[in-house]
């Protein structure tokens, strides 16, 4: 899709504060500091309009993206962030639950991991989740940029093994910086959302 309008509206703690235009959404998760802003803003060609940082753990609540007045982005605070205490965990937890079991409008799950480390229990517990509520997931191996594409084959293999992906399944590798992988996660996503 080519993006030129894009506009945060809202930032939701809430179900009460979802929008309620009704259009598909697609939410992106994964840990903290693996580089969910950085792909939304790759995907809506924004430098920085979603706020990316090297502080684990800035994005505290569900941010709706309108994307070109078709879709929403929702940028998932990432999880698996250490230094946060037990109740603001358990909080997060509730909320991400909330959204991603009661959300009719969600149609995909972006799964962020980082491709250059074996995925953490957190993140395949993550796909697991996804996976037990039927929600389509696309897994994106970020910061691709830092391994040498001779390594991409093994650290897609590494990935898959880990999570027990199905062959079908795919695994796009991704660079914020190169912007690789763009298109491929932008074919997914208009595929769950309008498909
Ligand atoms: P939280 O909001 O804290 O959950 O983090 P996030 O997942 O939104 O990560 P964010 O996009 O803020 O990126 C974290 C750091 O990783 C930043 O310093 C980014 O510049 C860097 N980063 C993100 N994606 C890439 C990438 O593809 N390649 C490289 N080299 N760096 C990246
Ligand atoms: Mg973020």
Redesign the pocket.
């Known amino acids: 899709m080519e993006v030129n309008h894009v506009e945060l509206v809202m930032s939701a703690v809430d179900p009460a504060q979802y929008p309620t235009t009704g259009y598909p959404e697609i939410a992106l998760v ?10 939304t803003n790759v995907l809506i060609n924004r430098r920085s309009y ?10 505290q609540t569900l941010n709706f993206y309108n994307v070109e007045d078709q879709l929403y982005f929702v ?1 998932v ?2 999880y698996g ?1 250490a230094k946060v205490s037990k109740s603001e965990r358990e909080k997060w937890g509730q909320m991400i639950e909330t959204y991603l079991t009661q959300r009719d409008q969600l149609k995909g799950v972006v799964s ?1 991991v980082d491709a250059r480390h074996a995925p953490t229990e957190d993140d395949i517990q993550m796909y697991k989740y996804l996976a037990y509520f039927n929600l389509p997931t696309l897994i994106v191996a ?5 391994i040498a594409r001779g390594k991409w084959n093994q650290a897609v293999s590494q990935i898959k093994k880990a999570m027990d992906l199905p062959n079908t399944d795919n695994i796009i590798m ?4 190169k912007k690789i992988g763009k298109d491929a996660v932008w074919n997914w996503i208009e595929q769950q959302a309008f498909g």
């Open positions: 994964g840990r903290s500091n693996v580089g969910k802003s950085s792909l979603a706020r990316t940082s090297s502080q684990p753990g800035k994005t940028d605070p990432g962030y962020l970020t910061k691709s940029d830092k991704f660079s914020a910086p």
